[in-house]
Structures are given as C-alpha cells and as structure tokens.
C-alpha cells in the first residue's frame, strides 16, 4: 500500500521517517535542532498536514487544533509525557493524539538510578578533585565522603511504568522502598517485589531482610534516605490529583536534612525556587534533576548557583538519551519507531480504524462511540 499523506515533524527523529517515505508519505522536516516557533506549526497545520510529529518542545493547543480543522488526522509524539498537548482541545477537534510509553521505560528509570547514585556518592565533586589536580592524598574521610544507597531506603514516588520499573532496579541494591502515588496504587506489583526480596534474603544473597510498601506522600518524603520522582505533570483542572508543585517549600521542608532527591519526570512538579532555597539552607542535602521548569534551563537559574553545586546535579532532559531507545526503527525498541507507527495507525486506519484499539493513542475518550 502506498499512500500521499503530508507530515510535518517538528525535528528529524532519525532514519524511522524513512518507513513513512517509502510508503508515500510526503514528510517535510523542520531543519533545527531547535523546536520551530510556534507560528511555523501552526502555518503547516494549516496547509492541510495529515499528520503532525511533535517533541515535547512543542506547545500543541487550541490554536493548532484549529488550524487543522477538518484536515488534521493525527498528532504523534515522540516522547511518553504530552503535558505539552492540550488533551481537552484535541478532543474538542476529535484529534488522536499518540505517545511512546514503554520503550523509554528502563532507560529513564536506569538513568535516574544512575543519578541517585552519582548525587549520594558525589562523582562530580570526586572528578573535579582529580582533574583539578586537587587530590593530593588517600585519606579515611577528606575532603568529603559520600553516602551508600545500599540498604537505604527510597521513596518512589509515582508508580507508573518507570516508577516500578525504578522499584526493580532498587530492589537489586537492597533498597527499601517507600512507594506514593497519587492516583493508582499497583499493590500486585508490590506483593510480587516483596516475595522477590524475601527471596534474596533467604537464599543468602541480600545481607539484610528489605521491604516494600505503599504510604502516603508525607510518610514517604519523612522516613526516605533518597526520592525518586515518576509522576506526570498534571495541572490545576487538569487532574484531581495535580502534580505540579508538588514539592513546595512545605514538601521539601517534611523530608531529612539528609535525604536526597532525583528528578526525571518532568521540571513543574518540582518548584525550584524552593528546591534551590532548600539546598542552600541544608533543608535537604542533594538534588539531582534532568527536567526543569524551563527548559533549557535559563543561565540565571537559582539552581546554578556555585554556592549549592556540590549538591545540586543538573542534567540536560538526557533520561532517555540512549541510542536504541530513542532512535530505533523497530516500534517494541525505539521512540522514533514507535511514534512513527502511532501515526500510521492513525492515518492508516489500522485496527480496523477503531481509534479506541489504537495501542499508542493516548486521547482514546473521545472515540468511544
Ligand atoms: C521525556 O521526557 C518523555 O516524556 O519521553
């Protein structure tokens, strides 16, 4: 089958756009590494697209969805989160938007453990010792000493697919594991991860008997050693369980003075004047983010200051920056693969076109007949 449908993608996302070319397709590609203003967007949706590719640079909301009144069919994302897709306004135009959950699962929960690790063992400040030619001596504890995670406890918060998939990884350095999330508790999950603990301690592998457990967020932010965040940014309006801000000067000041924190969610649930405050003030002892509230992050950001940079790691949104997770053509290994296919389910109305049954459709509410 070959078709004539227009895209338009927003960047390159490698050589998956290849699929869609040699089936018809007509793909233009926005030059830039960086995101096109809005106003291109909105001028090729309004030339008639089929097809829409977007990365989570790209605000999609009422004003593009009405540009492509009637023609339209399709936005695909090459991310898992779509805050930046206004959802009530692609129902409104009855737009299926599609994401790529799943194959950036174990890639961003592997880099925030890296992060926690990095963060609590002080790697940045240890290398710059070394190249600084600052190391002038092996001593029990100058100038600085890190902290384990080994037997610590964490706090997981958000138990979405990369919030369990951040569980196993936890689980394999005999973490105990305070588990928070606002809307859905996974207790099958836990109960199977309690039995895989139990089992390393029994048959002599973990030194210590671990545990697992669900509580709630002020229980979790109190006893945690360390706070991995996995939630959603989800606005006022937009969910009874908002996310944003959800660490606030009133959250961060309820963990210990020693805890740290991770984030690879997204930069809004966290407010970083009030995280910077608490790292200068010692309210807690670290931070490790790839995700801000504006990205990229602003040269004057608080959290840039040198006051705070032994504490403060900061990440270039990088979680899912592996080569095979972000490129591979194959839609079970890669996003690039995975949002192309979410756009040809669409526009090729796979699924018998039933948009419901669509596995990379995010919006399927508003087709359910
Ligand atoms: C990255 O942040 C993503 O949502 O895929």
């Given at each position: 089958?070959?078709?004539?449908?227009?895209?338009?993608?927003?960047?390159?996302?490698?050589?998956?756009?290849n699929i869609l070319r040699d089936?018809?397709?007509?793909?233009?590609?926005?030059?830039?590494?960086?995101?096109?203003?809005?106003?291109?967007?909105?001028?090729?949706?309004?030339?008639?697209?089929?097809?829409?590719?977007?990365?989570?640079?790209?605000?999609?909301?009422?004003?593009?969805?009405?540009?492509?009144?009637?023609?339209?069919?399709?936005?695909?994302?090459?991310?898992?989160?779509?805050?930046?897709?206004?959802?009530?306004?692609?129902?409104?135009?009855?737009?299926?938007?599609?994401?790529?959950?799943?194959?950036?699962?174990?890639?961003?929960?592997?880099?925030?453990?890296?992060?926690?690790?990095?963060?609590?063992?002080k790697l940045w400040s240890a290398?710059?010792?070394?190249?600084?030619?600052?190391?002038?001596?092996?001593?029990?504890?100058?100038?600085?000493?890190?902290?384990?995670?080994?037997?610590?406890?964490?706090?997981?918060?958000?138990?979405?697919?990369?919030?369990?998939?951040?569980?196993?990884?936890?689980?394999?350095?005999?973490?105990?594991?305070?588990?928070?999330?606002?809307?859905?508790?996974?207790?099958?999950?836990?109960?199977?991860?309690?039995?895989?603990?139990?089992?390393?301690?029994?048959?002599?592998?973990?030194?210590?008997?671990?545990?697992?457990?669900?509580?709630?967020?002020?229980?979790?932010?109190?006893?945690?050693?360390?706070?991995?965040?996995?939630?959603?940014?989800?606005?006022?309006?937009?969910?009874?369980?908002?996310?944003?801000?959800?660490?606030?000067?009133?959250?961060?000041?309820?963990?210990?003075?020693?805890?740290?924190?991770?984030?690879?969610?997204?930069?809004?649930?966290?407010?970083?004047?009030?995280?910077?405050?608490?790292?200068?003030?010692?309210?807690?002892?670290?931070?490790?983010?790839?995700?801000?509230?504006?990205?990229?992050?602003?040269?004057?950001?608080?959290?840039?200051?040198?006051?705070?940079?032994?504490?403060?790691?900061?990440?270039?949104?990088?979680?899912?920056?592996?080569?095979?997770?972000?490129?591979?053509?194959?839609?079970?290994?890669?996003?690039?693969?995975?949002?192309?296919?979410?756009?040809?389910?669409?526009?090729?109305?796979?699924?018998?076109?039933?948009?419901?049954?669509?596995?990379?459709?995010?919006?399927?509410?508003?087709?359910?007949?």
């Open positions: 089958m070959t078709t004539s449908f227009r895209v338009f993608a927003t960047c390159d996302i490698g050589d998956a756009i089936r018809g397709y007509q793909v233009e590609i926005y030059p830039g590494p960086e995101a096109p203003p809005k106003s291109l967007i909105v001028e090729k949706v309004k030339s008639g697209i089929d097809g829409l590719i977007t990365t989570l640079r790209d605000p999609i909301d009422g004003e593009v969805f009405a540009a492509g009144r009637g023609t339209l069919k399709v936005v695909a994302q090459i991310a898992v989160g779509f805050d930046n897709i206004h959802r009530g306004e692609a129902n409104k135009y009855k737009v299926p938007f599609t994401h790529t959950a799943d194959v950036l699962t174990e890639a961003t929960a592997e880099f925030a453990f890296f992060l926690l690790g990095a963060l609590a063992r290398e710059h010792l070394t190249r600084e030619n600052h190391w002038g001596y092996w001593h029990p504890y100058l100038p600085f000493l890190g902290d384990e995670v080994t037997g610590k406890t964490i706090a997981v918060i958000g138990t979405g697919r990369i919030g369990l998939a951040m569980i196993k990884k936890c689980t394999g350095f005999d973490m105990n594991i305070l588990c928070y999330d606002p809307a859905y508790e996974n207790r099958d999950y836990i109960k199977a991860i309690q039995e895989e603990k139990d089992l390393r301690y029994q048959r002599g592998i973990s030194r210590e008997r671990t545990w697992i457990e669900y509580t709630t967020f002020v229980d979790a932010l109190k006893r945690a050693d360390f706070v991995s965040v996995h939630v959603p940014l989800l606005r006022e309006g937009e969910s009874l369980t908002p996310t944003y801000h959800l660490f606030n000067e009133t959250t961060l000041r309820q963990m210990k003075p020693t805890a740290m924190m991770v984030n690879t969610s997204r930069g809004p649930v966290v407010d970083e004047a009030a995280l910077a405050r608490a790292l200068r003030e010692n309210w807690i002892a670290g931070a490790a983010l790839d995700v801000y509230e504006q990205e990229p992050l602003p040269a004057n950001s608080p959290l840039r200051d040198p006051a705070i940079a032994d504490r403060c790691r900061l990440l270039p949104h990088f979680a899912s920056a592996a080569r095979i997770t972000r490129l591979s053509e194959d839609p079970e290994k890669g996003m690039a693969g995975r949002c192309v296919q979410g756009l040809r389910d669409v526009l090729e109305q796979n699924y018998g076109g039933d948009i419901t049954q669509m596995p990379y459709v995010v919006n399927k509410e508003a087709f359910v007949k």
